[in-house]
């Protein structure tokens, strides 16, 4: 393992932390890395111990999208990839750029924790199969994913019934014989439905509120390759996707799906055709928010009913960072307030990595966070001004990337950031400290 004193202790080795190991190799920043599971790839690999994946699960977004851009998939990959893909693809990204090395693996992150004040290290805690350890780094970075800790809502009344998270799926024939409703109707919800109608006795799936539905293919074409050559205003590209959405998926609300009640954008879109196919062919129908339970019988706020055997909750994920003390993140409501989601207003050795969603970001815009870090990290090491400027910005208080969109006010949504102004302010600081570096 590296000296431990002079380097980061980098938390991970799903698709951000790779990114982040890769680009701290490159520009020779120490690092010890620490994986809880035998291998690397996150929650994509299904054997994880924190894995949420289940044996149907593809990619939501085209692998051309998605991909690095130094490390394209196979040709042979298919434009939405599986699981298995997606796991054999970091693993191979980690033999590519020589970084298992910097790992040890089966080591589990009890805790960090300052030395003193910014800049006077870290002590961190782990556990492996050869006991507890301690060591001091120079500073921390946590990439432990942001899809692992399920939230779990309180259901008014009692259910007889199974009642499990979506994070307890794996195969559909959990679903064989059961009459079973789906709560949640997100990405994950509306794939799981559609494995359930092949099994359950019946499948229904409960909804708070509607969503836009994207189809996979456009022209033949993955839908998210289709245009983003001329930059819009939002009000416009709004008026022109939502035409091609009904010409490509038609109206939802004839399947008896609620009408959003947002507009295109301030929410995740689902990229499914299939839940609307089944739903236009009554093998699944869409029922209202759920009121209460009572035994078996679960009341609708519609005023309907109907008995299940199994209740599966498609109601997504916590952020989740049990090893630091939450007021070291600077948390305000549901996600800590970073700069750029990812560097602490206060300390330069402290950095939460992949904390970003936004439709068509990527793993290469997750790439880009860790290069913009690692060029920081080195600038402030070199006295670079750039380096200067951007340690003042991000003390000085900030706003979310947002871009100016009213995001629904969702835990899923804290985190959200407008694509296009994310990466041109991330890109915009790395050519910025490159060029300082060279001044």
């Given at each position: ?99 298992r090395d910097h790992y040890t693996f089966n080591a589990e992150v009890l805790k960090t ?110 839908a998210d390759t289709m245009g983003g050559l001329i930059k819009l205003p939002m009000w ?130 997750r790439h880009e966070q860790a290069e913009m870090i690692a060029r920081y990290i080195k ?61």
């Amino acid at each position: 393992m590296t000296e431990t004193r002079a380097a980061y202790a980098l938390i991970g080795a799903g698709p951000m932390g790779l990114a982040m190991a890769k680009v701290l190799k490159e520009h020779d920043i120490p690092f010890c890395g620490f994986e809880l599971h035998s291998d690397v790839g996150g929650l994509w690999d299904i054997d994880g111990p924190k894995s949420t994946m289940y044996e149907t699960a593809h990619l939501i977004s085209s692998k051309t999208m998605t991909e690095f851009t130094d490390f394209p998939m196979d040709e042979s990959v298919a434009e939405y990839p599986s699981h298995r893909d997606l796991r054999n693809y970091f693993r191979a990204f980690a033999d590519h750029f020589g970084l298992r090395d910097h790992y040890t693996f089966n080591a589990e992150v009890l805790k960090t924790e300052p030395l003193g004040g910014p800049g006077d290290g870290w002590r961190v805690t782990w556990r492996d199969v050869d006991g507890d350890h301690t060591a001091e780094f120079a500073g921390v970075m946590i990439a432990n994913g942001t899809l692992s800790e399920p939230n779990m809502p309180t259901f008014p009344g009692e259910f007889d019934g199974e009642l499990i998270h979506s994070s307890a799926y794996r195969y559909p024939s959990q679903f064989d014989g059961k009459r079973t409703l789906i709560v949640g109707a997100g990405n994950s919800g509306c794939d799981i439905a559609v494995d359930a109608i092949h099994h359950a006795k019946l499948c229904d799936l409960s909804m708070r509120r509607g969503y836009y539905f994207v189809p996979k293919y456009v022209f033949g074409k993955p839908a998210d390759t289709m245009g983003g050559l001329i930059k819009l205003p939002m009000w416009l590209k709004r008026r022109i996707d939502g035409m091609i959405l009904k010409w490509f998926v038609g109206d939802p609300q004839k399947y008896g799906f609620p009408k959003p009640d947002y507009q295109l954008y301030e929410s995740h879109p689902v990229v499914n055709s299939l839940v609307l196919y089944h739903a236009g062919h009554g093998d699944l129908r869409i029922r209202a928010d759920i009121e209460r339970m009572d035994g078996k019988t679960v009341h609708f706020r519609d005023g309907s009913s109907d008995e299940y055997d199994m209740i599966l909750a498609a109601t997504g994920y916590k952020l989740y960072y049990p090893f630091i003390d939450r007021d070291l993140l600077n948390w305000q409501g549901d996600a800590p307030h970073l700069y750029l989601n990812a560097m602490h207003p206060k300390r330069d050795d402290l950095f939460v990595l992949g904390m970003v969603e936004a439709s068509g970001l990527g793993w290469q815009g997750r790439h880009e966070q860790a290069e913009m870090i690692a060029r920081y990290i080195k600038g402030l090491r070199a006295g670079c001004p750039v380096a200067g400027s951007l340690k003042s910005e991000k003390a000085d208080g900030f706003e979310r990337a947002t871009g100016g969109m009213n995001y629904l006010q969702l835990a899923r949504m804290a985190y959200y950031v407008d694509k296009a102004t994310y990466r041109n302010a991330v890109t915009g600081w790395i050519a910025k400290l490159s060029k300082g570096a060279k001044a």
